[in-house]
């Protein structure tokens, strides 16, 4: 097996990919956390992004892709393997229809097609990240998600390059097929918007985005929220039982509910804090580790469990725990 240095060798060879070594992903991750890539690269051509992918297999490193870092918690000694960006970002519309490639900032593409007078991701301002990301996570806020709007999905699935229709995408809350195949590089999406107002679009993207800002200042090192939302249907019954009506929205229980009841805010280990405001948001008060990141999830997840039987499941990606 080639080594790290050999296959970064490798790496360098291949026409528009930035190639490092010890990469610090603390500079990629929203939190701030995070220790180095044995190798990260980057490129916006996709014949560089398979030839990366393809010299990575051969070398036998793990690969993991990574987009805007705003949801990833990377452990402090950082990801013994290759991490890959695919950075083209570029946003294209014909029609009610708008392309998107993976990398392109999500609120580029939220403010492309509102200018646009197209209706249909403007719920989706302020979610930080890449387009990418957004449809492996079926990113989406205030009722809406943005697989209401993908049509076609084109990734590379380690072989050959293939294109999904949106059934095939299986997508639901926070899901997608491509969370079970991370393997899956997603490349680009196109979407069918609806023709609208591109002021009102605006507007209600500018409300969002007033709302969020308070919420998650964006100089927050943190990851939005940490846990999902809750089904109704899928609770245990006793617990489903004492949730009142006025918290369930679209069948949904916010798991800030039951942090809150496990006395979730404001609790800290070392400069890992959950908001006082709002007891599903972690941050990184400065200087967090993951290990403490790590360590309170664990502890909210156990207090959730001793007093409810639910399991809370982390909307956020690990990388490099074992
Ligand atoms: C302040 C704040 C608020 C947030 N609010 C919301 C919200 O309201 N709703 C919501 O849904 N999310 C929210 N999030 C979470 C986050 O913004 C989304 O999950 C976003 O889609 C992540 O994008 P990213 O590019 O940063 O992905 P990363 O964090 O870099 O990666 C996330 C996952 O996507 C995978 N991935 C990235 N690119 C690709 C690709 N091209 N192909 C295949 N897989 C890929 C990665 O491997 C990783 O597993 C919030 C985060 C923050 C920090």
Known sequence: MPTAEETGARLAEIPNLTVSRGTPLCRYTRFGIGGPADLYAETDSVEAFIAALTAAHASGLETMVIGGGTNLIVSDEGFRGIMLRYRADGLRATGNSVSADAGAVLQDLVDFSISRGLKGLETLAGIP???????????????????????????????????????????????????SHKEWIIFSTELLLEPANAAVLRQTADDIMKVRNEKFPVTMKCAGSIFKNLLLRDLPREAAAGVPAAVVREGKVPAAYFLEQVGAKGIERGQIRVATYHANLIYNAGGGSAADLWTL????????????????????QYVGFD
């Open 129 to 179: 990240g890449s387009t990418g990301a957004a449809v492996y996570g079926n990113a989406g806020a205030y009722g809406h998600s943005i697989s209401e709007r993908v049509v076609e999905v084109r990734f590379y699935d380690g072989a050959a390059v293939r294109v999904f229709r949106n059934e095939e995408c299986q997508f639901h809350y926070r899901e997608s097929i491509f969370k």
């Open 297 to 316: 999830i664990a502890e909210l997840k156990a207090r959730v469990r001793r007093q409810f039987g639910i399991e809370l499941e982390e909307e956020v």
